[in-house]
């Protein structure tokens, strides 16, 4: 049973998304300000359903793809808003060793292991509670779930501020020595709902480098420079100006589907890792950090998808600014540590601060 503290006028408001044979009543959480924006979150994998800010003339819209039924939201929406775990992205070969020991995971995505298996966190029906201004969920993973060592407790604090700040804390903790990386992903378009590409935004991105992959999307465990590539985002760049170049990168993803290895001046600490701007609307998204990895998804698929009001999502219809530690990181023994010991708590940040930009003010 769900754990849920009824909330005061000025929190979390309640409802529900629906009933699943299998999860149980998967409840929502929408918190709302005086200017019309809102966030709704829900415990079907501790993900956010929708996100309305101003653009800049003060309209109110959505700026992620959301769907209208829960049938969608578990099936072509499964991933979308979600936290991803245990371990976001892929492990390549399905497979890890840790201590000596190897371990078997579901393969889900061509002979790999992508954001945790068939049953991740993506598809649980997390617990909740409203503490204050903030609302916790909670989710423990049994020993052996998908594969994985050790039981693992985890938590996502979420908090949307009047300032159109959402902030999510993330923490985790085993009774075993285990490998995790959780991200959310959820898909933006700051265009608004009636805007069917992110070709025409401007996206920013604090990093030189990103992971090479090969044709399975999974890090060759090289490292490439951005300079004089596609992937070249240290200065503000349209989403769509290289998106279809000629590169074998690009081939492999049919669009952005790369880990960026962000900079960092102190390994922990919350720095801005990307930039998201909408010449039309105004509307900026900053993306800011502590995990040392972002991977950028432009919805490359090239079969539509059905959201919310009759709309289609279709291809380049939005972008993913997830951020994690490396792909295939137990497996890539000098990537970023995935590994979390035994009574240890790892905790990370990751900010998506909503603002809007004057007409001509480009800055």
């Known amino acids: 049973m769900n754990d849920v503290q009824q909330p005061d006028k000025s929190a979390w408001i309640p409802g529900t998304l629906g009933t699943d044979p299998q999860l149980g009543e998967l409840l929502t959480f929408t918190r709302r300000h005086p200017d019309g924006s809102q966030v709704t979150l829900s415990t079907l994998g501790a993900r956010i359903l929708s996100i309305q800010v ?8 959505e700026v992620t793809q959301t769907f209208d039924h829960l049938e969608d939201w578990l099936g072509a929406g499964c991933y979308h808003g979600a936290v991803c775990g245990r371990y976001a992205n892929r492990i390549g070969g399905a497979a890890f060793a840790l201590n000596g020991r190897h371990y078997k995971l579901p393969a889900n995505e061509r002979g790999n292991t992508l954001h945790g298996g068939v049953t991740g966190f993506h598809r649980k029906n997390w617990t909740a509670q409203v503490q204050g201004e903030d609302l916790i969920f909670r989710y423990s993973s049994p020993d052996g779930e998908e594969g994985f060592p050790g039981r693992l407790d985890c938590e996502v604090r979420y908090r949307f501020d009047a300032d159109h700040t959402l902030t999510l804390d993330y923490r985790m903790q085993s009774d075993r020595d285990t490998v995790a990386s959780l991200t959310n992903h959820v898909f933006f378009n700051i265009g608004g709902p009636e805007v069917t590409t992110v070709s025409a935004q401007e996206l920013q991105i604090a990093a030189d480098f990103i992971t090479e992959v090969d044709a ?5 465990g090289a490292i490439l420079p951005v300079a004089g590539t596609p992937f070249d985002f240290t200065a503000p760049k349209l989403i769509g100006r290289d ?9 492999y993803g049919g669009g952005y589907d790369h880990n960026f290895v962000l900079r960092q001046t102190e390994r922990g600490a919350l720095t801005e890792a990307a930039c998201v701007y909408d010449p039309a609307s105004g509307r900026e998204l900053i993306c800011r950090t502590t995990l040392p990895g972002l991977q950028i998804y432009t919805t490359n698929s090239p079969i539509p998808v059905a959201g919310a009001g009759g709309r289609r999502y279709g291809r380049f219809s939005g972008i993913c600014l997830e951020t994690q530690l490396f792909p295939d990181s137990p497996n890539r023994t ?3 540590s ?13 900010v998506y601060a909503f603002g809007v ?5 480009n800055t």
């Open 54 to 61: 101003p653009d800049r003339s003060g309209r109110v819209e």
């Open 216 to 220: 399975q999307l999974l890090p060759t």
């Open 243 to 251: 998106i279809e170049a000629e590169d074998r990168q690009l081939e």
């Open 334 to 336: 000098w990537f970023p």
């Open 338 to 350: 995935p590994l979390l010991r035994a009574g240890e708590v790892q905790t990370s940040t990751t």
């Open 357 to 361: 930009r004057s007409q001509g003010d």
